[in-house]
């Protein structure tokens, strides 16, 4: 199997080491086509830097990844990396696509403006199975733990995971031995994230800070909770508390997707001409 290997945090990003040595171990071919700068939120944003009309790309090699692993920094956005993929343009056309390890937890429906799920999300639309990997820190500590929960998830997607939906995985920046499990969890609701505006020295600065709780149990906290069960409004508990409980988490996104019974209007042209 061929895997694409990319992320939004750059070629230079060490996340991009996990994937492919998870992928090698399982025996995988595998390529790296990074962005040659960092696009976080990029979403599944088609942009990117041409000379004279064509995207821009150079042979890197991120560090920690074998020289004998064909790798290159793209000046492009990670969705329309993948995108470029999906058309053999780098190498023959994946069957799976790695993205990440990012930099930070990608949870709840802010989902929607992460490049790493972006990049993924983009390989689905062309029937390419794709898994968006996330460990839960700006400054990870534990990068390898996130190559040990993604390995069975990797097993499991190349046989069973839909070629039109995409993994969303998000693990805690702990030791392995310390990450309690990993659990399939819903999306955490957009009304449980907080935003704040910042206005020091004359600039905006945006930030987030998650505040949902579960079952009366504040999301930071060690209590323990159980992630099997249904809290009392009968949901099992979200991406964003299981992961700030300890647990990695997986959950499968679909995008993009239509409602076929909303009740919309239609319009059959103006009248005739009288």
């Known amino acids: 199997m061929h895997v694409l290997v990319t992320n939004d945090d750059g070629i230079d990003s060490p996340g991009l080491a996990v994937l492919v040595a998870t992928a090698r171990a399982a025996g995988h071919d595998v390529t790296v086509a990074a962005p040659a700068r960092e696009y976080s939120g990029a979403s599944a944003s088609l942009h990117g830097a041409q000379e004279d009309g064509s995207l821009a790309v150079t042979e890197r090699t991120p560090p920690g990844v074998p020289d004998d692993v064909p790798s290159y920094a793209v000046g492009a956005a990670p969705a329309l990396i993948a995108y470029y993929g999906a058309f053999g343009a780098f190498g023959r056309r994946p069957d799976l696509l790695l993205s990440g390890v990012n930099r930070g937890q990608n949870t709840g429906h802010l989902v929607l403006h992460s490049g ?138 679909r995008a993009p997707a239509d409602d076929p019974d909303a009740p919309l209007p239609s319009w059959d042209g103006p009248p005739p001409a009288r």
């Open 116 to 253: 790493t799920a972006g990049a993924a999300m983009a390989g689905a639309l062309h029937g390419i199975r794709g898994i968006a990997v996330s460990l839960a820190s700006s400054a990870p500590r534990h990068w390898d733990t996130a190559g040990a929960v993604l390995a069975p998830v990797l097993a499991w997607a190349q046989e069973h995971a839909p070629t039109d939906r995409v993994l969303n995985l998000n693990v805690p920046d702990l030791p392995p031995e310390r990450v309690r499990g990993l659990r399939r969890a819903p999306l955490a609701r957009l009304g449980a994230v907080q935003a704040t505006v910042d206005r020091t020295g004359g600039a905006l600065r945006l930030t987030y800070a998650d505040v949902e709780t579960f079952a009366g149990a504040d999301a930071r906290t060690d209590e323990e909770i159980d992630p099997d069960a249904p809290g009392p409004t009968g949901e099992l508990p979200t991406d964003s508390v299981l992961l700030a409980h300890g647990w990695a988490t997986l959950t499968q996104l």
